[in-house]
């Protein structure tokens, strides 16, 4: 098992910047980038302290500060950190890996955010090792929203089996942010998992 990313394994030189750069390039020209964040804002309770993890360059994080909660985003590529500590000053933004981070110096999260294909760029049979991580940080009955494409390398059912190892309940699920019903066929999913109250 590697612990590198496929976020780095996967694409080609220079590809952080040039994400950057798209997603600045988006914002200039209007385009609405605040769908995940505006989810998660409408199943949150105001001020609530959310993880953005896998946060790039930090668009999801952005919203939910200006929305008035405590942001912490977290991402294993500096180059986007760098991004994000730049655009959007406000938040917390840390470099770190998903599959082990450790935010001993925070409170624990009242939701935790996955947007942005975040689980098919971890590093590969880590998917459990992040859901752990993520659980871990965020408080018993808590909720985590992850969204990825389900045509790429995580099957739904291995992300499933993972989901039920790492103690979490798996809620809901949709085929988009925009709460479109899931069906088999679907190319995305975005799944509501729930931090138990009790062990």
Known sequence: MTDIPRWFTTTKDGHSQWYVERFRQLAAEGADLAGEAR?????TPPGSRILDAGCGPGRVGAVLHERGHT??????D????????????GPRWVVGDLSRFDLEDEEPFDIAVVAGNVMV???PDTERLVLAS???HVRPGGRIVLGFAT???LALGSFDADVDAAGLVLEQR???WDLVPFTDDAD????????????
């Open 121 to 123: 760029f971890v590093a």
């Open 174 to 176: 949709f085929a988009t």
């Open 151 to 153: 045509d790429r390398d």
């Open 134 to 136: 993520l659980r871990r």
């Open 71 to 76: 942001v912490v985003g977290i991402d294993a």
């Open 39 to 43: 989810l998660i804002d409408a199943v």
């Open 78 to 89: 500096p180059v986007l950190i760098a991004a994000a500590e730049e655009d959007h000053p």
């Open 188 to 199: 995305f999913a975005v799944t509501f998992l729930r931090v138990p109250l009790v062990e």
